[in-house]
Nanobody, 123 residues
Framework: QVQLVESGGGLVQAGGSLRLSCAAS????????MGWFRQAPGKEREFVAA??????LYADSVKGRFTISRDNTKNTVYLQMNSLKPEDTAVYYC??????????????????WGQGTQVTVSS
């Protein structure tokens, strides 16, 4: 069982930056592939970024602006968000699944989810 807790959301002006964190419980964090998803009001949840042991997979809408990373010594995955746009406004969720080395952009394959953190980008 893995528990995930996101933090770092807030209100930022367009063009600004935020770094989201997702802290995971348990002693086998490195065994999990991690993903970030977001859901804006009235819209379906969408994929943002994912990583396995290294590297990253990104949605086209955030490629070049967002960076996913992880610190296994801190059981934490991060999402660095730069050049934020109003359309990035959403609740951001982190998710985890057993790590097979494959990067997954489909939310349904993730087994564990955090409670979400709100990101609001003003124009």
């Amino acid at each position: 069982q893995v528990q995930l807790v996101e933090s770092g959301g807030g209100l930022v002006q367009a063009g600004g930056s935020l770094r989201l964190s997702c802290a995971a419980s348990g002693r086998t964090f490195s065994s999990y592939a991690m993903g970030w998803f977001r859901q804006a009001p009235g819209k379906e949840r969408e994929f943002v970024a994912a990583m396995a042991w290294s590297g990253g997979l990104y949605a086209d809408s955030v490629k070049g602006r967002f960076t996913i990373s992880r610190d296994n010594t801190k059981n934490t995955v991060y999402l660095q968000m730069n050049s934020l746009k109003p359309e990035d406004t959403a609740v951001y969720y982190c998710a985890a699944r057993w790590n097979t080395g494959t990067l997954y952009s489909t939310g349904g394959v993730y087994d564990y989810w955090g409670q979400g953190t709100q990101v609001t980008v003003s124009s």
